[in-house]
């Protein structure tokens, strides 16, 4: 755990200095907040997270992703077969370059975490504060679990600029590209027309009373959705029993959503394209309600819960200035209180590398 310790440090007071010597930025699309953070702190912060990220040699499902990276030769045959052709053709041209497996960890961490800097970048308005959840929430945990999944939410990421434009034409595109990586990532299609819309609004009461419901008839739901799903890809997931997610990151997921709800007017108003973040962290906190049934559903949190970075970045502004720093400071201590919680004594995470060893 001291080099986790270590990487929220090292990628905290980067973001952190970064922040510090911003310059003052006219608000766009690509990037409404009003500060532009120093670009060779945020930099550094950057590679710290894909150096630690990128050398591991172990977590979640890194050993299999290593495993068969040393016992397939990918071809165009074998790639044809694969689910996910994406993630098969980089395999097969990484194999040409070297045939040690760290090179797909290393490149995957580089090109998740990169995407990800980019987009808290530009949308984040405490850039630190984004960062810092990124790794005390989880975030930067799952993505050396899920390295496909994360990879495909990373892509789909970087787009934010398309939903709040409302150019849907080229968002599909980059989802269609995310989803040669992992094809749960189609799920944005039909969700985009759902969260370019206003928040806190019927349909947001009518998301939730459906969380309620699937909560509550959990066994016929689930009935459903494994008889629709046992021809594809997914059909294995019926047979999924890791148990129900834990009721304390259900209550991580739903403080923002609070907090923006009690200041929904002045988020409006600090940041006007914020409903639709609130929306994607609704959809977040609905997945989550009902992984309590289930852990399968918490794996949306992979893609929904990115977004709830760049709304704890603009909460703070929520408050009056004279509340601002002790929020910010409350946000640091309940969010490394779950980032012990977690790694140490819900995972007990251990990190291990080839490269380096605290």
Not at 85 to 112: H, N, R
Not at 166 to 174: A, C, E, N, Q
Not at 297 to 306: D, E, K, Q
Request: hydrophobic share 55%; with cysteine.
């Amino acid at each position: 755990m001291e080099i986790l310790y270590a990487n929220l440090a090292i990628v905290f007071s980067f973001s952190l200095f970064s922040r510090f010597i911003a310059v003052p930025s006219a608000a766009t699309s690509l990037s409404p907040v009003p500060v532009k953070p120093s670009k060779l702190f945020a930099f550094g912060a950057m590679v710290t997270l894909v150096i630690i990220s990128g050398l591991r040699r172990n977590i979640g499902d890194t050993y299999f992703y290593r495993h068969t990276y040393e016992t397939n030769q990918f071809t165009w045959e074998i790639i044809r077969e694969e689910k996910d052709m994406g993630f098969g053709i980089l395999q097969m041209l990484l194999q040409q370059i070297s045939s040690d497996p760290q090179i797909l960890i290393f490149t995957t961490a580089l090109i998740t975490n990169v995407l990800i800097v980019i987009a808290l970048y530009n949308y984040a308005r405490m850039f630190e504060l984004a960062l810092y959840v990124y790794i005390t929430g989880g975030f930067f945990l799952v993505s050396m679990n899920g390295i496909r999944q994360f990879l495909a939410a990373a892509i789909i990421f970087a787009a934010t600029k398309y939903i709040i434009d409302g150019s849907w034409k080229k968002f599909t595109l980059v989802v269609l590209l995310a989803s040669t990586f992992h094809q749960s990532a189609l799920i944005f299609i039909p969700i985009y027309f759902l969260i370019r819309r206003k928040a806190w609004t019927k349909t947001t009461a009518a998301l939730l009373a459906l969380a309620v419901i699937i909560v509550i008839g959990y066994n016929h739901f689930s009935e459903m959705l494994f008889s629709a799903i046992s021809d594809t890809q997914y059909g294995g997931y019926s047979d999924f029993a890791e148990g129900g997610a834990n009721i304390i990151r259900i209550a991580v997921n739903a403080a923002p959503l609070i907090l923006a709800y009690l200041g929904r007017d002045k988020l409006r108003e600090v940041f006007p394209n914020s409903d639709y973040f609130i929306n994607l962290c609704l959809l977040n906190f609905v997945f989550m309600v009902i992984s309590l049934q289930n852990w399968l559903f918490a794996r949306f949190s992979i893609y929904f819960g990115l977004y709830q970075l760049i709304l704890i970045a603009w909460i703070v502004k929520v408050f009056k200035e004279k509340d601002q720093k002790l929020i910010y400071y409350l946000i640091l201590i309940f969010y490394f209180i779950y980032f012990y919680y977690e790694h140490v004594h819900s995972l007990h995470i251990e990190y291990r590398s080839d490269f380096f060893d605290l």
